[in-house]
C-alpha cells in the first residue's frame, strides 16, 4: 500500500472521528459513562480499520481520465438516478442480494443520497452506488446533460482506490472513466459522486455486474417505526434522520429503518391505506431475517381512545412475531417529546411507556424508554414546528441515547 494512500485515509477515518466526537460533545444530556462507552466503540473501529488498511488495501487499481466512448465492450447495465433506494447497500426486496445483474436492466438501484459519506474525501451533497463486479475493467458512462460531475470517487471493497476531480460541462455529452483492476475476481465496488444522473455499467467481455453482496459491518438491524424513523422533522429526511446519523455513530453498515408515519401497533391514518405493525411485521421485517429488530412504537397508539391494555397486548403480539422468527428485539417506548405544556398528553405517553417496559421485561425483552432516560424530554429545542417531531438536533438527540446503548 502507498504511504500517500495510507495517510490519506488515515486523515479521512480521523475526519469521521471528529463528527463522531462532535455528535457526542453537542449532546448535553448524554452522560459521561455513555459518552465513554461511544468514544471507546469508535476508537477500536478506528484501529480495526488501520489494521486492515496495512495488509487489505487493493493494489493496482487506476481510473482512466474522461473519454467520449467506452472502451470496454460488455452490454450496458443502466442505472437509472430516479429508480428505487438500496438502503445501506441492502438490495430491494424482490431482488436476490448477489444475483447477476442483467444486461439493459432498467433502475437496478438508485444512487442514495448520503450527506457526506463517512471516510469520503469530499463533503456536500454525496450520491452512492454499490454493486459487485467480477471482471478486470469496466466504464462508468455519465450523462452531462442537465448536471456537471462535481467529484467521482471507487471504493473497492471498502477502501478509496480512486479518485476524479470532476468537470463543470453541461453541454450534453457523455464521459465514460475506465475502472482497471490488476486481475478478474469478484470485488464489492461503490462509486461516490457528486451528482445524481443516469449513469451507465458496461462490463468488459468477461465480467459481470452482481446486486451488492457488501461484507456486514455490525449485525444486520431493521428499525420498524413511525413517521419518526421515516425522518420526519429532519432537514433532509433521507440522511439526516436517526436512522441515518445511528450508522455513522456506530460504524456499522447494516442498519436500515422501516418507518411508516402515523402507524402504531394498533393505529393507522384514517383513509390512507396503511397498515399497523401488528399486521405487517410479518410482510416487511420477517421475511429480511435481520439480526436485530428495533421497534420504536406506541406513541401513535395513545390517542384517549385506546386503552393501556389493548396498545399492550397489540404489543406484545407483534413482539411474539419477531421472536418466533428467531429475530432479536430491541424495543423503544413511545417518544417523549411532547412539550410541557401537554401536561395530559404526556402523562398517557408515559403511563403507557411503564406498562411497555414492564410487559418487555416480563419477557426477557430489552426496553429502552425515552422517559426514564429523558431522552426529548420535551425539550423545544429538540422539536420540529410542528412540535410533534424531533427536528435536526432531535434526531441526533434519538441517535446519540439509541448509540450509547448499542456501542
Not at 438501484?109 to 459487485?132: E, Q
Request: charge should be negative; proline fraction near 5%; glycine fraction near 10%.
Amino acid at each position: 500500500m502507498h504511504q500517500s494512500d495510507l495517510a490519506s485515509e488515515v486523515s479521512e477515518q480521523i475526519t469521521s472521528a471528529g463528527l463522531l466526537t462532535k455528535l457526542v460533545a453537542d449532546d448535553t444530556y448524554m452522560s459521561a459513562a455513555q459518552r465513554i462507552s461511544l468514544l471507546n466503540q469508535r476508537a477500536a473501529n478506528f484501529i480495526g480499520f488501520l489494521n486492515r488498511a496495512k495488509r487489505e488495501h487493493p493494489p493496482g487499481v487506476t481510473l482512466g481520465a474522461e473519454t467520449s466512448s467506452p472502451t470496454t465492450t460488455g452490454a450496458t447495465a443502466w442505472v437509472n438516478g430516479d429508480a428505487f433506494i438500496s438502503t445501506n447497500g441492502k438490495a430491494s426486496p424482490n431482488i436476490r442480494p448477489g444475483s447477476v445483474i442483467e444486461p439493459t436492466v432498467s433502475g437496478y438501484a438508485h444512487f442514495v443520497k448520503a450527506g457526506g459519506i463517512t471516510g469520503s474525501s469530499t463533503g456536500g451533497s454525496t450520491y452512492t452506488l454499490d454493486f459487485d463486479y467480477d471482471g478486470m475493467a469496466f466504464d462508468i458512462g455519465m450523462s452531462m446533460a442537465y448536471q456537471s460531475l462535481t467529484w467521482l470517487e471507487i471504493w473497492v471493497d471498502g477502501y478509496l482506490c480512486a479518485s476524479y476531480p470532476g468537470t463543470t460541462a453541461t453541454d450534453g455529452h457523455n464521459g465514460f472513466f475506465q475502472v482497471v483492476f490488476p486481475d478478474a475476481r469478484r470485488r464489492n465496488i461503490r462509486i461516490v459522486r457528486g451528482n445524481n444522473w443516469t449513469c451507465w455499467l458496461i462490463p468488459d467481455s468477461s465480467g459481470k455486474f452482481y446486486y451488492p453482496s457488501t461484507p456486514a459491518i455490525g449485525p444486520y438491524m431493521i428499525i420498524a417505526g413511525d413517521s419518526f424513523t421515516e425522518g420526519t422533522g429532519a432537514t433532509a429526511t433521507k440522511t439526516a434522520g436517526y436512522v441515518d446519523l445511528l450508522p455513522i455513530m456506530l460504524g456499522w453498515n447494516g442498519i436500515e429503518g422501516s418507518g411508516l408515519g402515523g402507524t402504531g401497533y394498533i393505529n393507522v391514518p384514517a383513509g390512507s391505506g396503511k397498515t399497523n405493525l401488528q399486521a405487517r411485521i410479518a410482510t416487511d421485517i420477517v421475511p429480511k431475517a435481520p439480526d436485530i429488530c428495533m421497534i420504536a412504537m406506541g406513541y401513535n397508539d395513545v390517542d384517549g381512545i385506546n386503552t393501556t391494555a389493548q396498545i399492550v397486548a397489540a404489543a406484545e403480539a407483534t413482539w411474539a412475531q419477531a421472536t418466533a422468527a428467531g429475530i432479536a428485539l430491541i424495543v423503544v417506548g413511545p417518544w417523549d417529546s411532547p412539550p410541557l405544556a401537554n401536561s395530559q398528553q404526556r402523562t398517557l405517553l408515559q403511563q403507557t411507556d411503564a406498562a411497555l417496559k414492564a410487559a418487555a421485561l416480563s419477557q426477557g425483552v430489552q426496553y429502552l424508554s425515552p422517559w426514564d432516560e429523558t431522552w426529548m424530554g420535551g425539550n423545544t429545542a429538540y422539536l420540529f414546528t410542528d412540535s410533534v417531531h424531533p427536528n435536526d438536533l432531535g434526531h441526533k438527540r434519538i441517535a446519540s441515547m439509541l448509540a450509547a446503548h448499542l456501542a
